[in-house]
């Protein structure tokens, strides 16, 4: 046997039969028998030693491999391994395709150490290698990041980038004077700052306002007349009604569940700021948009929840104005 | 101050981390050159550092430019500590000393550090600004052109081939040197590379000034090696031959293969005479001075200012008298003068040289080369016709004489070329080798390398005396390399004897060149093989034939060369790597016992060899072995002997008698069986390779020939106890004698097992071919895929109580399986030939055997392979692109004959293409089987020729006369060919390949030497994956870093590339490796011949598909 085998060419020698065994997360001596199996030996006439020193040394290419296929946009920077375009988008086409099998079992779960460490379980439901599942496994991780850090509409948290501390501090000190329970309870202690549940819980009620057309279309006459004139871009306004609407009416009705309470300033953000910046409205425009929207309301015939919309809306007004900037 | 350096950093990027706690690096640059060091500013926190530095400037002595290497040094800003080295880059910036090479050098370079390997990337720019250009010759040598490849590299002309240089330079090894015990390894590993990046400067240096002393401008077949001779020290010695070579700047004149940057076009030397009229020599521009200021012939040095100026003004006076002219080299003073030119010449004679001087040179040198390239041309046309001839008569005797003195008058008439200008080579004679053993002691004093230099110049005379053996004056293909260990080491050279053609080796000597004239009534082709030693009085027991070509000279049953197969040689069928593999034990010893030992080893090693290389050749019957290299290793306690060449059947030798087994006891009714048996295997394997490998001679009746045909009663015996020879006997005469048949006497088990391992060397897989030549004989449609690598396998032997032939098994199965290994890895590319295969062994501890093997695999297209049939012409386009000769030649054979079609569906189309163009009818559109492969490289400029020349009888200098008028007008078209080189190609990709060309590709411009060191080593061998894991890293790396140096000379591949050495060490125990590894080879830019025609004809790219697919394959 050879205490030192190795091949190396110009341009990296790729065989895809044995990528894939790879990538499927076989060893070297299972690859080598499933190889075997192929007949592949019979075909060439090679040698059992032939293939095992063939399989071993791709193996190793493909380990060192590795680390720039973790970063794919390096591969083609990278001097060491010398690969045409082509081969390089194969490699890194399969290192990135995923079994289905194992992404349903992960859909839905975090990306934590805690699931890589289930991996285990999720291999031996699937049948698929648990090296074939740390690799996809890792790959979502590193798609995930690579995403997260993406300008772009997917995530939320690059939006709150322009907002000063003020700004947060501002729109919390809003909350926990409407919306906590020590704000409506003065027995208890000015500190408790839990979000007032019953409150939450009762604003969806306020989606009539959205949801029942008549009323809709009741609300949106009267903030019409009111604006009428008054703005600079009018038509967009009465055209968009709906939608911003339902921007103030859907950021509370939804805040019953803890992971929208963490999504609250993104919901702020997406659902009016954006859209009225998106339409170079002027913050006075807004402004008198707002105070009349909230006032309307009240002339709403047959509305029974003024106090839950003042609340809410209150609130949800000195936000949007707070937020409303560049 | 001749010379300024500018160096520019710019960039740093995938840097690593070097700071755990920020993740980042605060990096900085140091630029060292000589003793003056400047340093960036640092780039805080980033691995993607932008430094955007301004020029670094170093105002050197272009001695120190051709020394020393520039060291860049990439390092983590510490405040509190010392700063930690990430890595260095060193470059040579020997490639921006002379013109025609690289302008700047910019790019990525790695980032290498000797414990890590590359850590990231560097940008650099650097430029030379070289100060007065002209007398600056003193102790440096800028502007002499250094080529590795063996051969007359493509775009260039040989004007002179003027011999061997030789040099070395030795030194302390800093690994041994006390500091090194205090000092970490990578300080001691930087030592050692930088030391030796020096000492290869120096060393090329050097060798430039010997170059410039014989009026060279350029080495080809540069090998440099390095002896770690441990203890004793470090010895970097360099050989080579010295050339004045011409640019074939101008494509028009010549085949697309030289078609160049446009850039170039401007320097082009008479070629490019805008006025056809006035013959060759043109007006005499300054350039021209320049071009032709190196001219070798010192008998010219004082005509300068004489009243010679004017002749040169006058050209149209030239071609000379028509009798006899004999240009006169100072080496031969007793010739009759033909010319009022010639006298002068003489009367010179006795003059001391004096350097050049430069303006005064003018004249005259043009002259020389006026008169030279019309001797060429008469050459070259008249290799098969006789118009020149009988003035050859007279001068025969004298001529011959007038070669001899000529080579003798050199210390060593020696040449590293392996391929040759048609007509250099006239006759071999054989294989030449000699072999000492020497004990190594302390190099005293560095600055006089005597002793190293004795011990070569002694080996030398050796070679020398050999070849005079064999008739001959000269030594080609000629090599030498060392085995060490311990304090023991082997010195070998070998080479090839040979009878060559004065015309190249000396200045305006011979015109009208009448050496080849003495066989120009023979088809060519089988010249070579013709004998060049008295038949009477032969320097060995040899068994001569008349030649099956020509059949008028007598050539040797068999041939062995350490050269190419020359491009005009008939072979039939195709050729095979054929291997010779030894051990030898020997007992350990010391000092001048071991020396001893090993001397008494040698010769019976050599023999085995021989007898080995001899019957596998009969085996695969054939009869001439090409590029043989035998190679002899020492170890502690064994000597491995391993010989490659490639087999190949010679139309002109005698069809090889088979091998015949005789048995000691013939009464033994079993053992008669058994050799029955054996005798029949043998049979059948000689049968099924005559298949395999296309052997089909044509059948000779017995009087034609007129010499005994092997007859089964006419066998001799190879005896296997015959082995009296000495190390020093040449090769040839070992083993064979007046003999037919060969006869393998079974008279012990050891002869049984040579036999059955001669039968168990199993061919290649189908579709594979290999051969350890440049191109395989038999097979010339290369396509343009290829696949250069470099396999390295380790075995342990694994008892310590071996036998000879438990070791030769070993050494065999493991040479056997890594081929077997290759053949598998590499099936995807069938049907594609293995050339140039370079095994090398080495012994790097007691139980330890490794083998590296570097070759490249090219695809070829099968459908084509299948002609077997090959004739002379298509033999001399084989080769990728093709000399000015060779092509000056076709164009005047073409326009005489009157040709039928041909089937070559690809060259059929260009030539469609070609006369279409150039309005020629189809009918008078004459072509020819001969001549289908030349039409598929050159296109439309053959038409050209053909209307030009159609009247002119060949060979006379007429019909030059009118080329060269042609080729003004061929400019034309071809001004549209030189578009930008490789604006189209993949960017990035660098083609690495040991062979001199790239299938399907013209080469376009020399870029410069490359010649690399590299120190690795490791202390967490384990981590990095064992001993494989390690020297794989290592080798990708290399091939790395010489990429990134070609890309930043701006060219696109590496050609003769050739990994000197693989050094492997390991200490697993300790889990700590070190390898040291040298590479080199011609950093060239190429252009593919797609993109050439269809820039240039504007044709469609369907029309060169059937030739080159896959246009953009990398390597």
Redesign the interface.
């Given at each position: 046997?050879?205490?030192?085998?190795?091949?190396?060419?110009?341009?990296t020698?790729i065989d895809e039969d044995v990528y894939r065994l790879w990538l499927d997360g076989y060893s070297v001596s299972a690859a080598v028998a499933l190889r075997a199996r192929s007949g592949i030996l019979e075909q060439?006439?090679?040698?059992a030693?032939?293939?095992q020193?063939?399989s071993?040394?791709h193996y190793?290419?493909f380990?060192?491999l590795g680390r720039p296929l973790h970063a794919p946009p390096?591969l083609p920077?990278?001097?060491?391994?010398?690969i045409?375009?082509s081969r390089q988008a194969l490699l890194i086409g399969r290192y990135y395709a995923f079994d289905e099998a194992f992404v349903r079992e992960v859909l839905g779960k975090k990306l934590s150490k805690g699931t890589k460490k289930d991996l285990d379980d999720i291999s031996t439901k699937t049948g698929i290698t648990l090296e074939s599942c740390r690799r996809q496994f890792d790959n979502l991780k590193r798609v995930f990041k690579v995403v997260e850090e993406m300008r772009g509409s997917l995530t939320g948290r690059k939006k709150l980038q322009y907002l000063s501390f003020g700004d947060f501090a501002f729109c919390a000190e809003l909350m926990i004077q409407n919306w906590t329970l020590g704000a409506v309870d003065s027995q208890l202690d000015d500190m408790h700052v839990d979000l007032d549940k019953e409150f939450l819980q009762d604003v969806k009620e306020l989606k009539v306002l959205v949801a029942d057309k008549d009323r809709l279309d009741l609300h949106k006459g009267l903030v019409c007349t009111a604006l009428r004139g008054k703005l600079g871009v009018f038509s967009e306004m009465e055209a968009n009604f709906k939608n911003l609407s339902r921007g103030p009416v859907n950021v509370a009705a939804t805040l019953t569940h803890n992971k929208d309470v963490r999504d609250l300033f993104v919901d702020l953000v997406e659902k009016f700021v954006e859209p009225c910046r998106s339409d170079h409205r002027p913050l006075n425009d807004v402004r008198l948009f707002l105070n009349h929207y909230s006032a309307s309301v009240h002339s709403l015939y047959g509305f029974r929840h003024q106090a839950l919309w003042d609340r809410s809306m209150g609130t949800l007004r000195g936000c949007f104005l707070r937020l409303y900037h560049d | 101050m001749p010379g300024k350096l500018k160096v520019k950093i710019v960039a740093g990027?995938?840097l690593p981390v070097m700071d755990r706690a920020s993740d980042l690096t605060d990096a900085f640059v140091e630029v060292k050159f000589g003793n003056t060091t400047f340093k960036t500013d640092v780039c805080l926190k980033s691995l993607n550092p932008q430094w955007n530095s301004e020029w670094f400037k170093f105002e050197v002595d272009d001695e120190d430019l051709q020394d020393e290497p520039l060291q860049i040094t990439v390092l983590d800003h510490d405040t509190y500590s010392a700063n930690d080295a990430i890595g260095k880059v060193y470059i040579d910036i020997d490639p921006l000393l002379y013109s025609e090479a690289a302008t700047v050098i910019s790019g990525?370079f790695?980032i290498y550090d000797t414990i890590h390997g590359?850590r990231g990337?560097i940008n650099v720019v650097v430029k030379v600004d070289l100060f007065n250009d002209l007398n600056r010759f003193r102790q440096s040598s800028c502007g002499v052109k250094f080529f590795c490849t063996t051969s007359i590299p493509k775009c260039y002309r040989a004007v002179i081939i003027h011999g061997f240089v030789e040099e070395l330079v030795v030194n302390e090894d800093p690994e041994y040197q006390w500091i090194d015990r205090i000092r970490t390894p990578r300080a001691s590993n930087e030592a050692r590379q930088r030391l030796i990046s020096l000492m290869s400067g120096e060393l090329q240096r050097k060798i430039g000034l010997k170059v410039l002393e014989m009026r060279g401008n350029a080495v080809v077949g540069y090998l440099q090696c390095f002896d770690l001779e441990g203890e004793s020290g470090l010895v970097v010695r360099a050989i080579g031959t010295a050339c004045t070579l011409d640019k074939l700047s101008s494509p028009a004149a010549f085949l697309p293969a030289c078609s160049s940057p446009s850039k170039e076009m401007k320097e082009i030397p008479f070629n490019e005479d805008p006025n056809p009229n006035t013959h060759s020599s043109g007006p005499s521009t300054p350039l021209k001075n320049q071009t032709y200021s190196f001219s070798p012939s010192k008998s010219y040095s004082r005509q300068s200012s004489s009243s010679d100026t004017d002749l040169s003004l006058t050209p149209k006076t030239a071609p000379y008298p028509q009798g006899p002219r004999i240009y006169l080299s100072p080496s031969s003073p007793s010739l009759p003068c033909g010319s009022l030119h010639l006298k002068k010449s003489c009367l010179l004679l006795s003059e001391s040289s004096l350097p050049p001087h430069p303006s005064s040179l003018v004249s005259p040198v043009l002259r020389k080369s006026v008169s030279f390239s019309e001797e060429l041309f008469l050459a070259a046309s008249g290799m098969g016709s006789g118009s020149a001839g009988k003035e050859g008569g007279p001068f025969k005797a004298l001529l011959r004489q007038q070669t001899q003195s000529a080579l003798e008058q050199r210390e060593f008439p020696f040449f590293t070329l392996t391929a040759f200008p048609p007509g250099f080579l006239v006759h071999v004679g054989g294989v030449v080798s000699a072999r000492s053993v020497k004990l190594l002691d302390r190099i005293h004093n560095p600055d006089e390398p005597e002793t190293r230099d004795a011990w070569w110049a002694e080996i030398r005379q050796e070679i020398k005396s050999h070849a005079k053996a064999l008739g001959c004056h000269a030594v080609v293909g000629y090599s030498e390399s060392t085995s060490i260990c311990e304090e023991v080491c082997i010195l070998s050279a070998s080479g090839t004897a040979a009878v060559l053609n004065p015309r190249f080796l000396q200045d305006g000597t011979v015109e009208g060149c009448l050496e080849p004239r003495l066989e120009e009534n023979l088809p060519a082709g089988c010249g070579f093989c013709h004998i060049p030693y008295d038949e009477l009085n032969m320097p060995f027991p040899a068994h001569l034939t008349y030649c099956n070509n020509c059949r008028k000279q007598k050539v040797p049953d068999v041939l062995f060369t350490t050269i190419d197969l020359p491009v005009d040689a008939t072979v039939i069928g195709k050729g095979c790597l054929i291997q010779a593999r030894l051990c030898r034990l020997k007992k350990k010893a010391q000092a001048e016992a071991n020396a001893t030992a090993i001397s008494n080893l040698l010769p019976f090693m050599e023999y085995e060899v021989h007898t080995q290389l001899m019957n596998k050749l009969k085996l695969k019957a054939m009869n001439a072995l090409f590029g043989l290299r035998i190679q002899i290793t020492v170890g502690e306690n064994m000597l491995m002997g391993l010989a490659s060449a490639t087999g190949v059947y010679l139309a002109a030798l005698p069809t090889p008698g088979g091998i015949q087994i005789a048995g000691k006891t013939p009464n033994d009714g079993s053992y008669e069986q058994h050799i029955s048996h054996m005798q029949k295997k043998i049979n059948d394997t000689i049968a099924k390779n005559k298949e395999l490998y296309e052997i089909n001679p044509p059948e000779i009746s017995e009087e034609i020939i007129g010499s005994p045909i092997p007859e089964p009663r006419q066998r001799s015996r190879l005896l296997r106890s015959q082995s009296e020879s000495s190390d020093e006997v040449t090769e040839l005469d070992l083993s064979h004698g007046k003999k037919d048949a060969f006869v393998l006497e079974i008279d012990d088990t050891d002869a049984m097992e040579d036999v059955h391992s001669l039968l168990t060397d199993v061919p290649p897989?189908s579709g594979f071919y290999s051969c350890n030549t440049e191109i395989m004989p038999g097979i010339n449609n290369w396509t343009s895929e290829i696949?250069?690598?470099?396999?390295?396998?380790?075995?342990?032997l694994s008892s310590l109580n071996l036998t000879n032939q438990a070791l030769n098994k070993n050494f065999n199965d493991l040479c056997e399986?890594l081929l077997?290994?290759?053949?598998?890895?590499?099936?995807s590319m069938i049907p594609c030939c293995l050339c140039h295969v370079n095994f090398t062994v080495s012994l790097p501890e007691d139980e330890?055997i490794?083998v590296t093997v570097t070759a490249v695999a090219i695809t070829f297209d099968k459908n084509q392979a299948l002609q077997t049939t090959k004739t002379h012409a298509e033999k001399l386009l084989q080769r990728a692109s093709t000399d000015n000769e060779e092509l000056l030649q076709f164009p005047l054979e073409l326009c005489s004959d009157s040709l039928p079609s041909h089937p070559f569906p690809p060259a059929k189309e260009h030539l469609e293409s070609a006369s279409s163009n150039s309005g020629i009818p189809a009918a008078q559109r004459a072509t020819s089987v001969d001549y289908s492969s030349f039409a598929d490289r050159c296109s439309s400029w053959i038409e050209l020729i053909k209307l030009k020349a159609q009247t002119i009888r060949r060979g006379s200098i007429k019909t030059t006369v009118t080329v060269e008028k042609a080729s003004p007008m061929g400019e034309g078209n071809f001004r549209n060919r030189s578009a930008p080189p490789c604006a189209n190609s993949?960017v990035g990709?660098?083609?690495?390949t040991p062979l001199s060309f790239i299938p399907g590709a013209k080469i376009t411009k020399y870029l410069g030497i490359i010649n690399m060191f590299f120190i690795r080593e490791t202390t967490s061998l384990r981590e990095e994956?064992g001993?494989?894991?390690f020297?794989?890293?290592f080798?990708?790396?290399v091939?790395?870093m010489v990429?990134?140096h070609v890309a930043a000379l701006g060219g696109n591949a590496v050609v003769s590339y050739i990994m000197k050495q693989c050094v492997?060490m390991e200490n697993p125990n300790k889990n700590q490796a070190q390898c040291l590894i040298n590479v080199s080879g011609d950093a060239v830019v190429f252009v593919r011949e797609s993109e050439l025609e269809v820039v240039s004809t504007q044709q469609p790219a369907a029309n060169c598909q059937p030739s080159c697919p896959g246009g953009e394959?990398?390597?």
């Open positions: 046997t050879s205490e030192l085998d190795i091949f190396v060419g110009n341009t020698l060439t006439r090679a040698t030693a032939v293939l020193s063939d071993v040394d190793r290419t380990h060192r390096k920077h990278q001097l060491i391994f010398q045409p375009p | 990027r995938h990525w790695p590359i990337e897989p696949q250069m690598f470099t396999s390295v396998r380790v075995i342990r399986n077997k290994s290759l053949y598998f890895k590499l099936r330890l490794q993949t990709v660098v083609k690495m994956g001993v494989s894991g020297l794989h890293a080798i990708a790396e091939f790395a990429r990134a492997f394959v990398t390597t």
